[in-house]
């Protein structure tokens, strides 16, 4: 692993810079795979990987702009555009536990550099570099500080040599859970002739801040992060300024006297956790306590409301990754979302169950399942149009099937290859089966499309069957299978292990009701991968 000694890059402005943090080998990216647990070969490890902290400006709920800082992941040496994913990370209070100080979530935006994607990783604002307290589940300037940020990634394209092909992904988890879909607002609501959103995994977060999730936090029973309470009270007093005139007006003496040393940026989350009574309530006034529950117009109450995210009818494919046995967020904040969102309107949301796992054991499988889920999404930039012709009518046994394939404004300097080992834009004389056929640039940009000749009608891994169907979703007990022509089948969960193997040649019905309810990959003839929830 190299590490650059602060090599700052010129950039647009001097409130815009990027510095040159590490650079990542294969083999420093194989270790992190290693240390996060996940199966070898389950992520794509493609491309070296160069990490940068960028510093751009953002507007602070004040109305001032301030500093704001953030990690700017990137395949090294890549000349093919990118697509670009922007990852927003949980909660924190230590300032420098954030992606521009390469903290552990700075590897979850490596893993994606290294299998092709651009990323973004703001701190948020009072984090990091930034100056002043966070705002900690301010959703405003959380959207803000990462859509600016992303803003500026893409003005640094020229100096630190690389394109984006405008696909965007986001992705958070916890509070950047609550993030990912206060960043989806803003852009779909106030920035959707210039930004299209490929696709959104908001993960574990609280997006019904002032109901389900004020009930965990407010409730007579131990919660694992009592520090949360506090925390969002002071940031929203920052922001509101109308919770309190004094920390004495709304804590107990003996918790208003340590708060501002434990929320000063110097302290660990889990140290302020130890300093809090396990039940959050326990350390405010009883009758600030009285009055929240009471009045549903009390001022910490109406801050909370503010900060809801499921007023709004999201437009882009959506997946709220969530888990039964969340012990920090409760899961019905993704529940309570959905429903609000197709009562708006919305039909390109959904709700998915990794199981009943806690808070900690939920972040891998939903990780997993959002990388799954864009990585079928996600379609290699190529700028011809492509079209392809089939004669499908071979027989098994036969060799009379042919393909063509048409490409406008070819390039002279550009290959054509198929699978057989041909080039060109024909294939004749195949028999039944499926063809892989790549076309590469001069700049050594490439696309594939799997072709099939005869039998069902050809998919690749990103692509649906036309004709094929496996239904009911979510299931319950049994799935039917339809129009098939597979011999086996390969369950997966979301983690990537195997948990059946069967033949369905002939064979309709798939039993399913002894699987756990969650996330699981249907694998036929370890070619077409379906995503099945299980109820």
């Given amino acids: 692993m190299t590490l650059s000694v602060a090599c700052l890059a010129t950039i647009l402005s001097s409130a815009q810079t990027a510095e040159l943090l590490e650079s990542y080998t294969i083999e420093d990216i194989e270790n992190i795979v290693s240390a996060f647990g996940f199966p070898d070969g389950l992520i794509e490890l493609t491309y070296e990987v160069d990490v940068y902290k960028i510093t751009y400006e953002t507007l602070h709920p004040n109305g001032e702009m301030v500093v704001a800082t953030g990690a700017l992941c990137l395949p090294s040496g890549v000349v093919c555009p990118l697509p670009l994913s922007s990852y927003q990370h949980g909660t924190v209070a230590l300032k420098t536990n954030v992606p521009s100080h390469l903290n552990s979530e700075t590897n979850l935006g490596v893993l994606y550099a290294s299998s092709g994607f651009a990323t973004t990783m703001p701190d948020f604002i009072g984090l990091g570099d930034s100056p002043g307290m966070h705002l900690y589940v301010h959703a405003d300037s959380e959207a803000s500080a990462s859509f600016d940020l992303i803003q500026a990634a893409e003005g640094m394209q020229e100096e630190l040599g690389f394109n984006l092909d405008g696909q965007l992904f986001l992705w958070g988890y916890s509070q950047g859970g609550h993030a990912t879909l206060a960043l989806q607002r803003l852009i779909e609501t106030e920035y959707s002739e210039e930004y299209t959103i490929t696709a959104s995994a908001p993960m574990s977060g609280p997006y019904d801040v002032s109901g389900v ?281 979301i983690s990537g292990r195997t948990m059946e193997t069967i033949n369905v040649k002939g064979i309709a019905i798939v039993d399913v009701s002894q699987l756990s309810s969650g996330i699981f990959f249907f694998t036929f003839d370890e070619k077409h991968t379906f995503r099945v929830i299980k109820q």
């Fill in 213 to 493: 999730q004020a009930e965990y936090l407010t409730g007579d029973e131990a919660y694992p992060t009592p520090g949360y309470l506090p925390y969002v009270v002071l940031s929203y007093q920052e922001v509101y300024g109308t919770l309190y005139e004094e920390l004495e007006d709304v804590f107990l003496p003996e918790y208003a006297a340590i708060i501002p040393d434990l929320f000063d940026g110097t302290v660990s989350m889990g140290a302020i956790n130890a300093s809090f009574p396990s039940i959050p309530s326990q350390c405010l006034l009883p009758e600030v306590f009285e009055a929240f529950e009471s009045d549903p117009e009390h001022p910490i109450r109406v801050a909370l409301e503010d900060n809801d995210l499921y007023n709004w009818t999201p437009t882009a494919p959506t997946n709220l990754y969530y888990c039964e046995g969340d012990d920090q967020v409760s899961y019905l904040n993704a529940i309570v979302a959905l429903e609000a969102f197709v009562e708006n309107g919305s039909t390109s949301v959904d709700a998915l169950n990794g199981g009943d796992f806690d808070h900690g054991g939920c972040a891998p499988l939903a990780m997993l399942g959002a990388y799954n889920w864009f990585n079928e999404l996600y379609e290699p930039y190529f700028g011809p149009e492509v079209s392809i012709d089939v004669l499908d009518e071979t027989a098994e046994g036969a060799e009379d099937g042919s393909i063509t394939v048409t490409v406008e404004n070819a390039e002279e300097d550009w290959t054509y290859s198929w699978s057989t080992g041909d080039t060109g834009n024909v294939l004749n004389n195949v028999p039944m089966g499926t063809y892989q056929y790549t076309i590469t640039t001069a700049e050594g940009c490439s696309k594939t499309w799997d072709i099939e000749v005869g039998g069902a009608v050809g998919i690749s891994s990103t692509e649906e069957l036309t004709a094929f169907q496996l239904f009911p979703q979510p299931a319950t007990s049994q799935l039917t299978l339809s129009n098939h022509a597979f011999t086996t089948l390969t369950i997966r969960d």
